[in-house]
């Protein structure tokens, strides 16, 4: 994990989640709300979660956030800054 945090980001609580009664977990990115999971992607999430240290919970939590990122916006943005500043 040395290689992957370099900047020990992940010591900090970037990401976090929160698991309801009724089955839903709910993942938020610097305390806002970015993604529900529901159902078996829920079960999942929290099995998959439940036996792992808070850098590798960290991790965990980047990889389904960085999952929403739709590569459109981030190909448009890096045209943007091209554009703008130069490559």
């Known amino acids: 994990m040395e290689k992957v945090d370099k900047r020990n980001r992940f010591d900090e ?3 976090s989640y929160r698991a309801t009664k009724d ?22 999430f929290l099995e998959d979660i439940a036996d792992v240290d808070q850098r590798e919970a960290q991790l965990k939590l980047l990889l389904i956030f960085l999952s929403q990122i739709d590569i459109r916006y981030v190909q448009m943005y890096k045209s943007f800054l091209r554009a703008h500043f130069g490559s």
């Open 13 to 15: 609580e970037v990401f």
């Open 23 to 44: 089955g839903k977990v709910f993942l938020y990115w610097y305390k806002k709300q970015v993604k529900i999971l529901k159902g078996p992607a829920a079960q999942e």
